[in-house]
T-cell receptor, first 113, second 116 residues
């Protein structure tokens, strides 16, 4: 079955630091990969996505590259801000008719000024 | 579009009472999902519908939970009777499966349920 293994948190960084949150996956076929973000008191929002190998998803300064050879989709940002404090979820979905998203456990990120 | 709408945003009830959570998906979306989020178990998929038909309810914890989707613009999740361990944030999400769509799910703001 499908599974997502995500870097455990919590992660605390200083403002302007470089961020990496690791995500690896197991899936059959050719999944689509996502990063969702959940700000305090809110629902999950799609941050970025990649639908095939070597695609790079990007949004709000965040990037992640779909690496089929290492089954990874690590999230990176060059310079984090206090407003990036949130919980980040890596997720995948199969493209074989199963619409379920398989989520990682989430990584809580706190940025201190 | 207003996005996925959930009501109520907060619900406090006593053990044994019936609770009904409501969701309006994004217009035109053909999939609807109900999730539960707790600190202990994280984010769990309870059930999902396609074109108003339940497809997978294997995540529904027990018979006290039931979900319906009478039409494309409305779904309910009911808990009867409620128990303190049902306290959680319940999210509804919807998605569209079609050309150029990649199963991206759009989440509502959630209903925070507290069962005393």
């Amino acid at each position: 079955g499908n599974s997502v293994t995500q870097m455990e948190g919590p992660v605390t960084l200083s403002e302007e630091a470089f961020l990496t949150i690791n995500c690896t996956y197991t899936a059959t076929g050719y999944p689509s990969l996502f990063w969702y973000v959940q700000y305090p008191g809110e629902g999950l929002q799609l941050l970025l996505k990649a639908t095939k190998a070597d695609d790079k998803g990007s949004n709000k300064g965040f990037e992640a590259t779909y690496r089929k050879e290492t089954t990874s989709f690590h999230l990176e940002k060059g310079s984090v801000q206090v407003s990036d404090s949130a919980v980040y979820f890596c997720a995948l979905t199969s493209n074989f008719g199963n619409e379920k998203l398989t989520f990682g456990t989430g990584t809580r990120l706190t940025i201190i000024p | 579009d207003a996005g996925v709408i959930q009501s109520p945003r907060h619900e406090v009830t006593e053990m044994g009472q019936e609770v009904t959570l409501r969701c309006k998906p994004i217009s035109g979306h053909d999939y609807l999902f109900w999730y539960r989020q707790t600190m202990m178990r994280g984010l769990e998929l309870l059930i999902y519908f396609n074109n108003n038909v339940p497809i997978d309810d294997s995540g529904m914890p027990e018979d006290r939970f039931s979900a319906k989707m009478p039409n494309a613009s409305f779904s309910t999740l009911k808990i009867q009777p409620s128990e303190p361990r049902d306290s959680a944030v319940y999210f509804c999400a919807s998605s569209f499966r079609g050309p150029g769509a990649y199963n991206e799910q759009f989440f509502g703001p959630g209903t925070r349920l507290t069962v005393l």
